[in-house]
């Protein structure tokens, strides 16, 4: 069964720094990218994606202080958050695109306090 699993949020303060995980439970990890969204109320936008080359790419508000790898040993990215904004808040899902299904974890949850 794939399964996508999110961890890592919290509550940080502005200007701090936060990373988010997202372990992928399914089959060759290292030959997939893999998104992240953050949840808005009437909005997903992506946030940082990663190449299954390992090519990292970002939204331009968080071009600079987001960076996103991934350690295909542990079939898991890792999204490095710096220099947080209070408008940065919300629920972060990652995204990953198998044999034409979307799957997405249950989403973290990130408070950035001001």
């Known amino acids: 069964q794939v399964q996508l699993v999110e961890s890592g949020g919290g509550v940080v303060q502005t200007g701090g720094s936060l990373t988010l995980a997202c372990t992928f439970y399914?089959?060759?990890?290292?030959?997939?990218?893999m998104t992240w969204y953050r949840q808005y109320a009437t909005s997903r936008p992506m946030v940082a994606r990663i190449?299954?080359?390992?090519?990292?790419t970002y939204a331009d508000a968080v071009e600079g202080r987001f960076t996103l790898s991934r350690y295909n040993a542990k079939s898991t990215t890792y999204l490095r958050m710096d220099n947080r904004k209070p408008e940065e808040s919300g629920l972060y899902f990652c995204?990953?695109?198998?044999?034409?299904?979307?799957?997405w974890g249950q989403g973290t949850q990130v408070i950035v306090s001001s």
């Open positions: 995204n990953l695109l198998l044999r034409d299904t979307d799957y």
């Open positions: 399914g089959p060759r990890f290292a030959e997939h990218g």
């Open positions: 190449a299954a080359a390992g090519n990292p």
